[in-house]
């Protein structure tokens, strides 16, 4: 049998919403369990999408970022308006007119005219690249790796 006292206090706490959860002779085990109030689920729903929508945004934005960047490939011109070249041998720069290379020693001008012969097609834009480039003009692609890979034309 409960006193008046534990009988008040349970009668109390019943009626602010808590509940019985266990009882024996000398004790009695009150609860009072929340869901919580609408405002607080609405805040929570809010960072909940608002952090997993900025996670998909970010896997998206790295994915975009690195698949469909576009390159443009701008050329300093040298002395006198005309863009200096590299030489096909090691790659130093060299006048458009030069008849030699001044790092190497390559003959430029026989270069010249077996590389001026025709035309190129770009294997990575498909633009059209003078011969002796070493760049394409339109994307910068390396045109002697991709040459040697065997996709050119």
């Known amino acids: 049998m409960r006193s008046t006292h534990l009988q008040r206090q349970i009668d109390d706490l019943v009626a602010q919403g808590w509940r019985i959860e266990d009882e024996d002779t000398d004790r009695v085990v009150m609860v009072n369990r929340e869901f919580g109030s609408l405002g607080s689920h609405l805040v929570v729903a809010v960072l909940t999408i608002w ?82 480039s070493r760049y394409c003009s339109a994307c910068g692609t390396k045109l002697a790796d991709a040459m040697a890979t065997g996709t050119g034309t």
């Not at 896997?59 to 390159?71: L, N, P, Q």
């Not at 002395?79 to 003959?107: F, I, L």
């Open 51 to 132: 952090w997993t929508m900025g996670l998909g945004n970010l896997a998206w934005g790295a994915y975009k970022y690195t698949t469909e960047s576009d390159r443009r490939v701008l050329w300093e011109d040298g002395a006198g308006g005309t863009v200096a070249a590299g030489c096909p041998n090691c790659g130093a720069d060299v006048a458009p007119d030069d008849s030699y290379c001044q790092s190497c020693g390559t003959d430029l001008e026989a270069v010249r005219a077996d590389e001026s012969a025709g035309t190129t097609t770009c294997p990575e834009c498909e633009a059209v690249v003078t011969g002796g």
